[in-house]
């Protein structure tokens, strides 16, 4: 029994020693900078080391190693471990990792749920280095913000430092907010903020865009209009926000009875440009338009177009809700596939699949598909990692975290798949009942029900979004459905108020 005991020391010794000297050469070849070899050297201490201490300076310099070869995301498997067990006496490199993580993200995204899970441990404010605050509290405001605890999420918000590379993000979260609390002066503010600190940067022109739009959707909330309408026509035709900017102006003008200017936005919204775009409720505000100036035949030429259009949209998309419900990894290939050009079932819904390839979940999930498989990419070079196992152990990292992203996208995604079917269904009743009302004669009271607010102010606007100058010569010109893409846009109708001739 004692010659057993003496055997087991013995062993116990020799892999402690082996560990070290496996951690010795790794260190060794990290000085010269020899990062392959270092990565595997710090890999097999790691496996080996048997003293806690041991495994985590081999774990921080695995990570350090990766993250010089160009592997971020392999790296950021091994920061995350050391950031989720807190700030802890055993745990020494927590501060420098949260430190590389958020540089890491600064250069690709982690993802959401990635991030949110690594500050579950409660923290001092005192344990999260200066250049680590704007990452950390930009992101604690995150996940507390998409539980809708908007005090909270502020407080987070507000101590993301200025310098931070997360500020302009945290300043548009509090315009948010703001606007949410009712505060909208003050959510004006914030937005005009992240305008100034975007301006001239090509880089921020998502979140600039998106400020705009903001600031737009604040003033036409407190029917100021004018005002909207001015910030909406700020929205680049070449963005992929102006057809979305195109849209809402067109309520704005029709709350101020710009009747003409709101037929010309839509006019531009049917065009065979836009034939995949999805704005079924365009052919309800076109139909109720027309309601205003008593044209009825065009208000029932309206509601015929929204049912040719979108008859057969109604029978796919239910089949492709049918098809992949309860498969979130199905329903998002099908929109990857789409993106690709290569979906080959339920053709019918693809404006409403093209529009899920359009939100955030989506292309979260898609940015994380890319990063991961080109680092699967770049791991065909590193055979020599075969060995230890570290080549199987990132692989096995890498696609477990696509198929995490692949299922969250998927369940969100095909829950607003399943939005903007029963959105259909409503526009869809909507139509019968304006048919229906119509058909008793019942018109007085349909124009009754659709409330009109001018605004505070009574502006000329010329083709879409323009504001009228007081000495420009305007031409207007009859258009039969025909579509100029130079004039998309552009278009204002020209056409009279019937109501006074209307016995109804």
């Known amino acids: 029994m004692q010659m057993f005991r003496l055997t087991v020391l013995w062993l116990t010794f020799l892999t402690s020693f082996s560990a070290f000297g496996d951690y010795k050469r790794a260190k060794?070849?990290?000085?010269?900078?020899?990062?392959?070899?270092?990565?595997?050297?710090?890999?097999?201490?790691?496996?080996?080391?048997?003293?806690?201490?041991?495994?985590?300076?081999?774990?921080?310099?695995?990570?350090?190693?990766?993250?010089?070869?160009?592997?971020?995301?392999?790296?950021?498997?091994?920061?995350?471990?050391?950031?989720?067990?807190g700030r802890k006496a055993s745990n020494p490199f927590f501060r420098s990792a949260l430190e590389e993580l958020g540089n890491i993200n600064s250069k690709l995204s982690l993802g959401r749920s990635h991030i949110v899970k690594l500050f579950k441990t409660k923290l001092r404010l005192s344990d999260v280095p200066g250049p680590s605050r704007g990452f950390y509290f930009y992101y604690k405001g995150?996940?507390?913000?998409?539980?809708?605890?908007?005090?909270?999420?502020?407080?987070?918000?507000?101590?993301?430092?200025?310098?931070?590379?997360?500020?302009?993000?945290?300043?548009?979260?509090?315009?948010?907010?703001?606007?949410?609390?009712?505060?909208h002066s003050r959510a004006i503010s914030y937005f005009e903020k992240v305008l100034a600190g975007s301006r001239g940067k090509d880089e921020l022109s998502e979140i600039r865009e998106m400020s705009l739009m903001n600031i737009a959707r604040v003033h036409y909330e407190q029917k100021r209009y004018t005002q909207a309408i001015s910030y909406y026509g700020q929205i680049a035709r070449s963005?992929?926000?102006?057809?979305?900017?195109l849209w809402e102006s067109s309520w704005a003008f029709f709350f101020m009875e710009k009747f003409n200017n709101t037929l010309g936005n839509i006019h531009t919204l049917h065009s065979p440009f836009f034939e995949n775009r999805f704005y079924p409720e365009s052919y309800i505000l076109r139909a109720i338009t027309f309601l205003r100036l008593c044209r009825f035949d065009s208000v029932k030429g309206s509601m015929k177009q929204f049912r040719d259009r979108y008859a057969s949209v109604f029978g796919d998309v239910k089949g492709m809700l049918s098809r992949y419900k309860g498969d979130p990894k199905g329903f998002f290939k099908?929109?990857?596939?789409?993106?690709?050009?290569?979906?080959?079932?339920?053709?019918?819904?693809?404006?409403?699949?093209?529009?899920?390839?359009?939100?955030?979940?989506?292309?979260?999930?898609?940015?994380?598909?890319?990063?991961?498989?080109?680092?699967?990419?770049?791991?065909?070079?590193?055979?020599?990692?075969?060995?230890?196992?570290?080549?199987?152990?990132?692989?096995?990292?890498?696609?477990?975290?696509?198929?995490?992203?692949?299922?969250?996208?998927?369940?969100?995604?095909?829950?607003?798949?399943?939005?903007?079917?029963?959105?259909?269904?409503?526009?869809?009743?909507?139509?019968?009942?304006?048919?229906?009302?119509?058909?008793?004669?019942?018109?007085?009271?349909?124009?009754?029900?659709?409330?009109?607010?001018?605004?505070?102010?009574?502006?000329?606007?010329?083709?879409?979004?323009?504001?009228?100058?007081?000495?420009?010569?305007?031409?207007?010109?009859?258009?039969?459905?025909?579509?100029?893409?130079?004039?998309?846009?552009?278009?204002?109708?020209?056409?009279?108020?019937?109501?006074?001739?209307?016995?109804?």
């Open 142 to 183: 995150i996940e507390v913000f998409d539980d809708r605890r908007l005090e909270k999420a502020k407080d987070f918000f507000s101590k993301v430092p200025s310098s931070s590379d997360y500020y302009l993000g945290a300043l548009f979260h509090l315009g948010v907010i703001s606007n949410l609390s009712g505060r």
């Open 334 to 504: 099908l929109v990857y596939d789409y993106k690709r050009g290569q979906m080959t079932r339920f053709k019918n819904a693809e404006q409403i699949v093209k529009k899920l390839s359009s939100i955030d979940a989506y292309k979260g999930a898609r940015d994380t598909i890319r990063f991961a498989d080109r680092e699967l990419d770049l791991l065909k070079r590193f055979r020599n990692w075969s060995n230890s196992g570290l080549l199987s152990s990132l692989a096995s990292f890498l696609n477990s975290k696509k198929r995490a992203a692949i299922s969250s996208a998927g369940r969100l995604m095909y829950k607003e798949g399943t939005s903007y079917y029963t959105q259909l269904l409503e526009l869809s009743n909507q139509t019968k009942l304006i048919v229906a009302e119509m058909q008793l004669g019942k018109l007085a009271k349909l124009r009754s029900l659709i409330k009109v607010d001018r605004g505070t102010q009574k502006t000329q606007f010329i083709g879409g979004l323009q504001k009228l100058n007081i000495n420009e010569t305007l031409e207007y010109w009859p258009f039969e459905g025909e579509y100029w893409e130079d004039e998309l846009g552009f278009y204002v109708y020209n056409l009279e108020s019937l109501c006074k001739k209307s016995r109804n």
């Open 239 to 245: 963005s992929e926000n102006w057809l979305e900017a």
């Open 28 to 85: 060794a070849l990290y000085a010269k900078k020899q990062y392959e070899a270092a990565a595997n050297e710090y890999y097999i201490a790691f496996s080996k080391a048997k003293k806690k201490v041991d495994k985590r300076r081999a774990e921080w310099g695995l990570a350090q190693s990766l993250q010089k070869i160009g592997l971020l995301y392999s790296s950021s498997k091994y920061y995350s471990v050391i950031v989720r067990r």
